[in-house]
């Protein structure tokens, strides 16, 4: 009996050691985030204005100025990026779990899909700038980078549509199939509907990924300070021009915007978050 008590005890207090240790990593993880967002928010907040929405960027030393061709640029690329990237990463997701299933291409699918996850984005920037930049346009344009970030977009859509799509019972398929629906209606009737939460949480979060990207779009995209709507040229976005205002560092107004931009970007990609983790939240309370 005093054996089975000393065991105990020394369990519990192993217990209550690593859950100690555990707290304080998570509480230390989460102070840093903390003062990455109280960071921003002070110095951040103090330069939104009107005219950071309704001015571009201005010249090194003056007094004004804005991002709205920093902030157009971004929304553009990224928008494109998305569209690209969802309706591939959905027809790529939906081959792998409804149609190749274990399938050797399957596998190869999965195999490069798991290998673009995991690659820094720089390598895809400059894969994009040999392909496009430097090879089929022979310059920065928005349309390199639009690309750029799709191909960022595509694996994180592909593997949360797969996973979404696996997650529908097999009963859903089975009784679609003995009313004598075909399979491409099955699919797209029955679990595209029952798994459609999930696969817009992977979209909000493949956007996420990608608002923020700076590497691919300093090979594909550049920037430009002047305002400018065509794609085929440099574009400039928000990334970009927060790392070429950081380098003028001994300008006020620059380093003021760089702030702001930061700001916007990270708010943005919070708000994403939260919207992918409600949308979770409703899908897991449905299902």
Known sequence: MQIASARYARRRAANAVMLSISLAAAVFGLLWLVWILATLLINGVGSLSLTLFTESTPPPGSTGGGLLNAIYGSFMMTLIGTVIGTIVGIMAGTYLAEFGKTSRLAEVIRFVNDILLSAPSIVIGLFVYQVL??????????WAGAVALSIIAIPVVTRTTEDMLRLVPN???????????????????????????GIITGVLLAVARISGETAPLLYTSFSSQFWSSDLSQALANLPVTIYQMTLNSTDPRSVELAWSGALLITVTILLLNIIARALSSLGGKQG
């Open 133 to 142: 930049v430097a090879g089929l346009f022979g310059h920065y344009s928005g």
């Open 171 to 197: 009963t859903l398929r089975e009784a679609a199939s003995a009313l004598g629906s075909p399979q491409w209606k099955v699919v797209s009737m029955v679990c595209y509907r029952a798994a459609r939460n």
